[in-house]
C-alpha cells in the first residue's frame, strides 16, 4: 500500500472555479509536506510547503494540514487554464532524506 | 542561478541493455535523488545520495545501480532494460539535513525499451 494516498486521479474546474487536492498519510512519522505541480514534458516544481497543522496562503494558493488524521490538502481559487497539470503531494519525515510522493492529480483548467 | 542538467533527454533502448542516464547538478547540494515516474503517476524513489560515494535504496532500487562519483553528479543505470517498458526517470537535488526545502527536479530522461 502506498504510503501517500491522493485523491481524486483527475479533475476538472471551469476558469475562475476552486480546485481542491487531498493527501492522506498512512505513515505517522511524516511531519513535513510539499505540493508540486508539473506541466507537461517538465520536470516537477515545488509550489509550496506546509510544516504546521492549520492553513498556509501563497496567492491563489492554500495548503490545509491536520497532523492529527494525516491528511493535508491543496485548494486552488480562481483557477486559470496555466493551472492545468498534474499536481503530487509528497512527505518526509523528520531526519529523513526520502521524499515519498502521492500517486498524483491531473488538473484541467477549462476555458 | 543554479539548474539540474539531465542527458540524455530521451533514450532507446533494447530488451536486455544496459543503459546509463546521468545528472548534473551546480547548486553545491549534498542529497541526490533518482525517481521513476510512469505515464500521468506519481514518483517513485529508486535511489539516493546523501553525499559523494553515498548510497541508499529507495522502495524501487531493483533492477538499477547507481553511482555518486562526484558532490555534483549522481549516474543511474538500468542493469537489464525490460522489453515495452517507457517511463521518465527524474533526478533532484537538495541541502542535505534540511526538512525545510523542497528538493529540486531536472526535467527528466524519457526512456523507451524496444
Known amino acids: 500500500q502506498q504510503k501517500v494516498q491522493q485523491s481524486p486521479e483527475s479533475l476538472s474546474v471551469p476558469e475562475g472555479g476552486m480546485a481542491s487536492f487531498n493527501c492522506t498519510s498512512s505513515d505517522r512519522n511524516f511531519q513535513y509536506f510539499w505540493w508540486y505541480r508539473q506541466h507537461s514534458g517538465e520536470g516537477p516544481k515545488a509550489l509550496m510547503s506546509i510544516f504546521s497543522d492549520g492553513d498556509k496562503k501563497e496567492g491563489r494558493f492554500t495548503a490545509h494540514l491536520n497532523k492529527a488524521s494525516l491528511h493535508v490538502s491543496l485548494h486552488i481559487r480562481d483557477s486559470q487554464p496555466s493551472d492545468s497539470a498534474l499536481y503530487f503531494c509528497a512527505a518526509s519525515s523528520s531526519g529523513s532524506w526520502q521524499l515519498i510522493f502521492g500517486s498524483g492529480t491531473q488538473l484541467t483548467v477549462m476555458p | 542561478g543554479g539548474i539540474i542538467t539531465q542527458t540524455p533527454k530521451f533514450l532507446i533502448g533494447q530488451e536486455g541493455q544496459k543503459l546509463t542516464l546521468k545528472c548534473q547538478q551546480n547548486f553545491n547540494h549534498d542529497t541526490m535523488y533518482w525517481y521513476r515516474q510512469d505515464s500521468g503517476k506519481g514518483l517513485r524513489l529508486i535511489y539516493y545520495s546523501i553525499t559523494e560515494n553515498d548510497l541508499q535504496k529507495g522502495d524501487l532500487s531493483e533492477g538499477y545501480d547507481a553511482s555518486r562519483e562526484k558532490k555534483s553528479s549522481f549516474s543511474l543505470t538500468v542493469t537489464s532494460a525490460q522489453k515495452n517498458e517507457m517511463a521518465v526517470f527524474l533526478c533532484?537535488?537538495?541541502?542535505?539535513?534540511?526538512?525545510?526545502?523542497?528538493?529540486?527536479f531536472g526535467e527528466g530522461t524519457r526512456l523507451s525499451v524496444l
Open positions: 533532484a537535488s537538495s541541502i542535505q539535513g534540511n526538512n525545510n526545502q523542497a528538493p529540486l
